[in-house]
Nanobody
Framework: DVQLQASGGGLVQTGGSLRLSCTMPSRNIDDYNIGWFRQVPGKERERVAC?????????EYSDSVKGRFTISSDSAEHTVYLQMNGLKSEDTALYYC??????????????????WGQGTLVTVSS
């Protein structure tokens, strides 16, 4: 059973920072492509960033977060991080991490990921 544990959400002011963590206990994260997604009520789940578990460590960001968010992985900690800087009110959402095998490409979306963690809420106040 593949489990993902997302954490690190919270309340932050506009312009602030948060770091989300996605941990896969007892799993080699390099065997998976890991994605961070977010969703607000009434809207589709948006892929924010992904990182390929393959040797090329391909990384993709959505245009809405490029230059502000950074995805990284720590194999020893079985964890993928999403560092979020320069937060805006429109970043408020429930953030999910997911794992899959389809690679990390500009076209990667929720359908390319097979395993999902629970969400962690990020609220950015103005």
């Amino acid at each position: 059973d593949v489990q993902l544990q997302a954490s690190g959400g919270g309340l932050v002011q506009t312009g602030g920072s948060l770091r989300l963590s996605c941990t896969m206990p007892s799993r080699n994260i390099d065997d998976y492509n890991i994605g961070w997604f977010r969703q607000v009520p009434g809207k589709e789940r948006e892929r924010v960033a992904c990182i390929s578990g393959l040797s090329d460590k391909g990384i993709e960001y959505s245009d809405s977060v490029k230059g502000r968010f950074t995805i990284s992985s720590d194999s020893a900690e079985h964890t993928v991080y999403l560092q979020m800087n320069g937060l805006k009110s429109e970043d408020t959402a429930l953030y999910y991490c997911a794992a899959g095998f389809e690679g990390c490409y500009p076209s990667s979306d929720a359908d390319d990921f097979d395993y999902w963690g629970q969400g962690t809420l990020v609220t950015v106040s103005s």
